[in-house]
C-alpha cells in the first residue's frame, strides 16, 4: 500500500509540474479613443514656471504629441496675469517669473478647437524643517508592504511650529562630490560603432534614446547592456561594454544638479507617514497639527562602509517636500498605479488630475534639501 | 387595538383552534434513511385523498393536520423508494419513517435533485453529496460551492476559484454556514479548494432569493451546508487519495440506533514533495530556502439521542492553511563569520464549534435552540535573526514580526418550527457577539524597540426576531412572508432594521407553475478586499456609525414548465438593487489598514438584473441540462469613474452551462459540463502620457517579483472596466468507475479539466518593447489539468 501511495502520488505531482502556466500576447480590441490633452505643471518658488502641454498618446504609438499652439496664462490671486511662451522644444511653455508661497494661482489654456482648460492650485506656506543632531543607530526594519529586511537609522524632522495642515513627502539622497559633477555623452557615432559590432536591436533602440545627451550616471548604459545583451551572449556583452566606455564623453560642471544626487530608502516611523504600496523611497503623511516627523532613513552602501570604517565622503541628504492637497493626491496615486499595474488582484488606479477639460496636474509645492553629514 | 377589535380577534382565534380540533388530527414523526437512521430533510409527506402535504425540517421531523378517519400517506425523497401507508386516524398519531435508498451502495442514479425537482419556491435549490460528486471536479477536488456555479445566476469569478458571484454579488455577500455557523473564508490555496470536504456533509441548502426570514446578515445568498450525523447502525469509512488532497472519514454509531458520530479529515500531501525536495536539493548551499505549504481540514460530529423528543448535537470545524519559507545564509568575510535566518509563517483558517438541543413539544411545535461560535484568522509571522562572530565576540540581532486579523462571531439562537393545518409557521430569535481585529501589527526586537499598530479591536452586538408563515390557499397558492426585525450596535447606537420577505408560488396547473419574490436584506459587516477574489489578506470590518450596513431590494418572476416528465423548462427574472457598497478610496488599499479604514473607504451602490434560463432533460441514466444566463452588474461610487456608474468586474453578459451524466453501466458513470461566460470586465488603460516629476527609481512588484517598467508614464483610461477579456470557457471530462466488492466499495475517477487547452486569461499586465510600443501579455494558469483519484468505502 505505501508502495502504491507513493507511486500515485509521485505520478500526481508530476502531472501538476508538466502542465505550467502559459503567456502568449492578449488579443484586446482597442477602440478609437479620442486624445485628450495633458497638461503638467509642478510648481514651487525655486523654480521658474514651466508647464508642457501634450497629448495622450495610444500605447501603440511610440512618440508623443506635443501641443505648440496654445495660448497659456496663469492668473495670481492678486489678479497679475503671468503668459507662459512656447520654447519650441517638446511642449514646454516657460515664463521669467516665479511663483510665490500662500498664493493661489489659476491656470487657463486655450487651443484652438478646445474647451477653454482651467485649474487651481497654490504653493502652500513655507516651514522651516530642521533635522537635530543624532547619532546613527542602525537597526533592522521590516517593509510589511514586501516583507523585506532594510538596514535603517531614526531620525526626526522638526518643523520649529506646529503645522495646521501639514502635507508632506520625504525622500533621502546621497551626493557623491567625486562623480557628482561629471556628465557622460553617447555620440550616435559611438551608437553606430556598436551596431556594427553587434549591437541587437532591442539594446540599439534603448540607447539611442539616451544618445548625444550629458547624462548624470555612467553605469546607465551597463544597465541597459546587462538587461538586455548580458544573459544572451556573456562575451559579447563584455566586447560592447569596452567599447562603448572607450569612447564615452566626459565633461565636468560646477553647478550641483538635482539629478546628481542619489536617490536612497526611506520609511515613515510616525503615525501618519507612510510609504504607498511596494515604493520605499517616497515617505508621505497628511495630518493636523503636527510638529515633528519621524523617520527611518536607509543607505545600504552607507552602512557597510562604516562597518568596514570605509568612509567614501559622500554627502547625505534629505529631501522635505511641502504640498498642496492636489500634488500630495497626485504622486500617492501615481505611485500606487505604478505600484499596482502589473498585481492581477488589484484593482485599477486612476492618478488624480486636477485640470478641467484635460488631464495632467497643475500643482504647488515647496522643497528644501536638508544636509545630514558626510561619510 | 379597540376592545371591540381585540375581542374579535380572541374569538377569531379561539374559532380556529376549536374548528381545527374538532376537525382534524396530527400526524407528526421523523423521516429517515433506513441504513444509517439519519434524519432526511426535505423529504416530503402527502395525504393523497385530502391533498395535503408538507416537508420534514432540518432535523427530520414534520406534523401534518389532516381530517380523521381514513388517512393515505405517501412519502417520498429523491433517491429513496416511495413509501406508502394507509390507516384510520381518530386522535394525532406519530409515526416515524424510514426510508430505503433505490439501490444502497451501489446507487448509480444521479440525485441531481436540484436539476430535476419540481421547485418548491423560487430562487431556492438543494443540492445532495451525489450530485457534486457526479459533476467533473476541478484537479480531482469535488468541491460543493464550484458545483454550484452550475446553476443559473451563479458565477465563478477567477479561473479555478471557489468564489461564487450571486445575481450580481460579491463573495463576502455570501452567508455560508455550516452547521448554522457562518464560514467566513470557505477557501483553501488562495481561492482553489473550498474547505468543505464532500464525504462529512449531508446537503447544501442554497438560497438566492426567497430567503426565508431566519436568515439575514448578508445580501446576496444563502449557502447552509450541514454536516452529516453519523451513521446510527454501524460503522463506515472513507478513504480518498487525491492529487491535491487526500482524506478519511470514519461515521459509526455511540449507541445502536440512537447516537452516532463523524469524524472527517483531510489534507495536501503536496507539501511533502515540494519541501522534501527543497531541502534536498540545496543542502549542500550555503543559502537554503525551504518553502513549506499545506492545508488541512477537521470536521467531527456528535449526536445523541436524550429520549424520543429530544437530541443534542455537537459539530466542531477547524481548518486552515500554512506557508512558510526558511530562509538561512551563512557567510564568512574578513574574519568574521555571519549566520543570517529569516522564518516566514502565513496562516489562516476557521475554527467553528456549536451545540443544539432539539426539542419536540406535542405534536406541532419543535424548537431547535443553538449556541455557537465561529472565527477566521489570518496571521502573518516573521523572524529574523542575524548573528555574527568575530575576534571581538559575537553579536546577535533579532526581529519578530507578527500581523494578524481576526473576525469572531458567537450566537445563541432559538428557533421554532409551528405547525397548523394549512400553514407552517417558523418564528424565533438569536442574539449575537461579533468581535473584529482588522489589522494589527507587533514588532519586537532585540533591543527592546518594540512597537504596535492598528486600530485594534471592535466588538458589537446583534439582536434578531424574525417569522415566517407558508400558507397554503387552496390546492395550487403557497405564499411564504416572512418579516425580520434586526437591531445592530453600531459603535455604542442600536440601529433597527426591518426586512420584509415575500414568496409566491401560483401552480396555475399541473405542468405549469408562476413564482414572485421579493426580499430585503441588510449586511452590518463589510470585506475590505482589493481583489474580489477571496484572499485571506481580505479584512471583515463591522459596519459603523459613518459606514453603514450594506442594504439590498430584490425582485424576482419566474415560471416552471414541465413538457413531460423526462424535460422541463425553469425560467427566473431579477432586479437588484444594493447600497452601502463599500470600495478603497483612490490611492488607498490593504496596505494602508493600520490607518483609521473608515477613511480609507468609500460607500456606493449597485444595481444588478437578469434573465435566468434551465432547460432540463432527465432519464433513469441520463441527466442533462442547458443553463443561460443573460445579465447585467453595475457599480456606482462618487470618487471613482466620474460618479458614473460602471460595471462590476464579475460583470458577465452571457453564462452558460451544457452538461449531462450519464451512467453507461451500473459501474461506469460519465459526465461532461462546458461552461461559456463573457469575459471579464477590466480597465486596459489603452493611453498613456509622461508623468510630471516623473518616478526615476525602480519599484518591484511584490507578487511577481518583476521591476516595474515605464514608471515615468501615467497609464490613463476614461471609464472604469469598460473593455472586456477574451470570452472564458472549457469543457471539463470525468469517468467513475465503481465496483462494490464484498464489504468494500472502490472507485476511480479520472478528468480532464478543459479538455481542450483553452488559455482562458487569469491576468494581464503591460510589456512595452524597445521602441516604446506597449502590448499586453495574458497569463493562463491552468491549460489543461487531468487528475486522478481513488476512494474506498467500507
Known amino acids: 500500500m505505501k508502495k502504491f501511495i507513493f507511486k500515485y502520488l509521485l505520478v500526481s505531482f508530476s502531472v501538476f509540474v508538466t502542465f505550467p502556466a502559459c503567456v502568449k500576447d492578449m488579443e484586446i480590441d482597442v477602440p478609437e479613443t479620442s486624445r485628450k490633452v495633458v497638461v503638467t505643471c509642478l510648481f514651487n518658488p525655486q523654480d521658474k514656471w514651466e508647464l508642457t502641454l501634450s497629448k495622450t498618446k495610444n500605447i501603440k504609438e511610440n512618440v508623443d504629441i506635443y501641443i505648440e499652439n496654445a495660448n497659456v496664462e496663469i492668473i495670481a490671486e492678486t489678479g497679475e496675469i503671468i503668459a507662459l511662451d512656447y520654447t519650441g522644444e517638446n511642449g ?93 555623452m553617447l555620440t550616435t557615432d559611438t551608437l553606430e560603432k556598436l551596431k556594427k559590432a553587434g549591437l541587437p536591436e532591442n539594446a540599439y533602440l534603448e540607447l539611442a534614446k539616451l544618445a548625444d545627451q550629458w547624462i548624470v550616471d555612467q553605469w546607465i548604459f551597463d544597465q541597459i547592456l546587462f538587461k538586455l545583451v548580458f544573459f544572451e551572449d556573456f562575451d559579447l556583452k563584455q566586447r560592447l561594454s569596452h567599447l562603448l566606455y572607450q569612447d564615452l564623453k566626459q565633461k565636468t560642471v560646477s553647478v550641483r544638479e538635482y539629478e546628481a544626487f542619489g536617490r536612497s530608502v526611506c520609511f515613515g516611523n510616525d503615525y501618519w507617514l507612510n510609504n504607498v504600496s511596494y515604493d520605499v523611497m517616497t515617505t508621505i503623511g497628511e495630518a493636523k497639527n503636527v510638529t515633528h516627523a519621524k523617520l527611518l532613513y536607509a543607505n545600504a552602501n552607507l552602512k557597510y562602509s562604516m562597518e568596514h570604517n570605509n568612509s567614501r565622503d559622500e554627502e547625505f541628504w534629505l529631501e522635505a517636500i511641502q504640498a498642496s492637497k492636489d500634488y500630495i493626491d497626485y504622486y500617492r496615486t501615481y505611485i500606487l498605479q505604478v505600484s499596482q499595474r502589473i498585481n492581477p488582484y488589484s484593482e485599477p488606479v486612476m492618478v488624480h488630475s486636477n485640470i478641467n477639460n484635460a488631464t495632467g496636474i497643475f500643482a504647488g509645492y515647496n522643497r528644501q534639501m536638508i544636509y545630514l553629514f558626510t561619510y | 387595538m379597540t376592545k371591540q377589535n381585540l375581542a374579535f380577534l380572541l374569538f377569531f382565534l379561539n374559532n380556529l383552534v376549536q374548528v381545527s380540533a374538532q376537525n382534524n388530527i396530527t400526524i407528526s414523526g421523523f423521516i429517515r434513511d433506513s441504513v444509517s437512521v439519519e434524519n432526511l430533510y426535505h423529504a416530503t409527506i402527502y395525504e393523497t385523498s385530502n391533498k395535503r402535504g408538507t416537508i420534514s425540517n432540518a432535523y427530520g421531523f414534520y406534523s401534518l393536520s389532516v381530517p380523521s378517519g381514513k388517512v393515505q400517506l405517501r412519502v417520498s425523497f429523491v433517491g429513496y423508494e416511495e413509501h406508502r401507508l394507509s390507516f384510520y ?8 419513517f424510514e426510508l430505503s435508498t433505490k439501490n444502497d451502495l451501489q446507487e448509480v442514479v444521479v440525485k441531481a435533485q436540484s436539476l430535476k425537482q419540481k421547485p418548491t419556491f423560487s430562487g431556492h435549490e438543494q443540492i445532495n453529496m451525489q450530485t457534486v460528486k457526479a459533476l467533473p471536479a476541478f484537479a480531482g477536488e469535488e468541491d460543493v ?39 467566513y473564508n470557505a477557501t483553501h490555496l488562495f481561492g482553489f479548494v473550498s474547505v468543505f470536504t464532500p464525504e462529512a456533509l449531508q446537503s447544501v441548502d442554497f438560497y438566492k432569493g426567497g430567503f426565508p426570514a431566519r436568515y439575514g446578515g448578508r445580501l446576496s445568498s444563502v449557502i447552509d451546508v450541514r454536516m452529516k450525523e453519523g451513521n446510527k447502525n454501524h460503522p463506515e469509512t472513507d478513504l480518498t487519495i487525491g492529487p491535491v488532497t487526500s482524506k478519511f472519514t470514519h461515521q459509526g454509531p455511540i449507541k445502536q440506533g440512537k447516537s452516532s458520530y463523524l469524524i472527517s479529515a483531510r489534507r495536501t500531501l503536496l507539501d511533502l514533495f515540494v519541501t522534501g525536495i527543497a531541502k534536498i536539493s540545496q543542502a549542500s548551499n550555503n543559502e537554503v530556502v525551504v518553502p513549506g505549504l499545506n492545508l488541512y481540514d477537521l470536521n467531527a460530529k456528535f449526536n445523541f439521542e436524550l429520549n424520543p423528543k429530544n437530541r443534542l448535537y455537537v459539530s466542531f470545524y477547524g481548518g486552515g492553511d500554512r506557508l512558510s519559507s526558511n530562509f538561512k545564509d551563512n557567510y564568512s568575510f574578513d574574519g568574521s563569520e555571519t549566520k543570517q535566518s529569516t522564518k516566514v509563517k502565513l496562516k489562516w483558517g476557521n475554527q467553528i464549534g456549536s451545540l443544539r438541543w432539539t426539542s419536540q413539544f406535542g405534536n406541532r411545535l419543535y424548537l431547535n435552540s443553538s449556541l455557537s461560535s465561529g472565527s477566521f484568522r489570518y496571521n502573518i509571522h ?52 461579533n468581535s473584529y481585529l482588522p489589522g494589527e501589527q507587533e514588532i519586537q526586537r532585540y533591543d527592546g524597540q518594540n512597537t504596535q499598530r492598528g486600530n485594534g479591536e471592535i466588538n458589537n452586538k446583534a439582536l434578531a426576531y424574525f417569522v415566517d408563515d407558508q400558507l397554503n390557499i387552496g390546492d395550487n397558492f403557497t405564499v411564504q412572508g416572512g418579516l425580520r426585525l434586526d437591531l445592530y450596535d453600531l459603535g455604542g447606537k442600536w440601529h433597527n432594521y426591518i426586512t420584509p420577505r415575500v414568496n409566491v408560488k401560483w401552480a396555475v396547473n399541473k405542468n405549469l407553475s408562476l413564482f414572485f419574490s421579493y426580499d430585503q436584506m441588510v449586511q452590518p459587516l463589510h470585506l475590505l478586499t482589493n481583489s474580489s477574489v477571496g484572499l485571506p489578506s481580505d479584512i471583515w470590518v463591522p459596519a459603523t456609525e459613518n459606514v453603514k450596513p450594506e442594504t439590498s431590494q430584490q425582485i424576482t418572476f419566474g415560471s416552471y414548465l414541465k413538457f413531460n416528465d423526462r424535460f422541463s423548462y425553469k425560467f427566473d427574472s431579477y432586479y437588484k438593487t444594493m447600497d452601502g457598497v463599500i470600495n478603497y478610496k483612490a490611492g488607498n488599499s490593504f496596505m494602508d489598514i493600520y490607518d483609521d479604514w473608515e477613511a480609507l473607504v468609500e460607500t456606493g451602490s449597485g444595481e ?115 473593455y472586456r477579456l477574451p470570452a472564458f470557457h472549457h469543457l471539463d471530462l470525468s469517468v467513475t468507475l465503481k465496483k462494490q466488492m464484498r464489504s468494500l466499495y472502490r472507485e476511480w475517477k479520472i478528468g480532464v479539466y478543459n479538455a481542450y487547452a483553452r488559455q482562458n486569461a487569469y491576468m494581464y499586465y503591460p510589456q512595452t518593447s524597445p521602441t516604446g510600443e506597449t502590448k499586453y501579455k495574458q497569463v493562463c494558469i491552468f491549460p489543461i489539468i487531468p487528475s486522478i483519484s481513488y476512494h474506498i468505502k467500507f
Open chain 1, 92 to 184: 514646454v511653455y516657460k515664463s521669467d517669473n516665479y511663483p510665490e508661497m500662500n498664493r493661489s494661482y489659476t491656470l487657463k489654456v486655450n487651443i484652438p478647437g478646445h474647451n477653454e482648460i482651467t485649474a487651481e492650485s497654490m504653493v502652500p506656506d513655507f516651514v522651516k524643517a530642521t533635522v537635530p543632531d543624532f547619532e546613527i543607530k542602525w537597526v533592522k526594519y521590516l517593509y510589511p508592504n514586501n516583507l523585506m529586511d532594510y538596514d535603517v537609522f531614526p531620525l526626526q524632522v522638526n518643523f520649529g511650529e506646529t503645522v495646521q495642515d501639514a502635507r508632506f513627502l520625504f525622500r533621502s539622497y546621497y551626493f557623491d562630490p567625486k562623480e557628482g559633477y561629471n556628465r557622460y
Open chain 2, 382 to 433: 516573521n523572524k529574523y535573526t542575524q548573528s555574527i562572530k568575530n575576534q571581538d565576540g559575537k553579536e546577535e540581532i533579532w526581529s519578530d514580526i507578527e500581523y494578524k486579523t481576526r473576525v469572531n462571531n458567537n450566537k445563541i439562537q432559538f428557533l421554532f418550527d409551528w405547525y397548523l393545518p394549512g400553514n407552517k409557521i417558523q418564528f424565533g430569535t438569536s442574539a449575537e457577539l
Open chain 2, 145 to 183: 460551492l464550484k458545483s454550484l456555479t452550475v446553476l443559473p445566476g451563479v458565477q465563478q469569478g477567477y479561473e479555478g476559484s471557489a468564489g461564487v458571484f450571486v445575481r450580481g454579488g460579491s463573495p463576502d455577500q455570501n452567508l455560508i454556514l455550516l452547521d448554522g455557523v457562518p464560514v
Open chain 2, 89 to 96: 386516524a381518530q386522535t394525532d398519531t406519530t409515526i416515524n
Open chain 2, 608 to 722: 444588478a438584473w437578469g434573465f435566468e434560463n434551465s432547460w432540463n432533460y432527465k432519464t433513469s441514466r441520463l441527466n442533462a441540462w442547458i443553463n443561460y444566463t443573460l445579465s447585467w452588474n453595475e457599480r456606482k461610487f462618487e470618487g471613482i469613474n466620474g460618479g458614473k456608474a460602471f460595471p462590476f468586474k464579475f460583470d458577465r453578459r452571457h453564462d452558460i452551462n451544457l452538461g449531462f451524466v450519464h451512467n453507461l453501466t451500473d459501474n461506469i458513470e460519465c459526465s461532461a459540463v462546458w461552461t461559456y461566460q463573457t469575459g471579464m470586465a477590466a480597465t486596459i488603460p489603452v493611453q498613456d502620457f509622461q508623468a510630471a516629476g516623473p518616478i526615476d527609481y525602480t519599484i518591484t512588484d511584490f507578487i511577481t517579483n518583476i521591476d516595474i517598467e515605464d514608471t515615468h508614464r501615467i497609464q490613463y483610461f476614461d471609464e472604469y472596466n469598460s
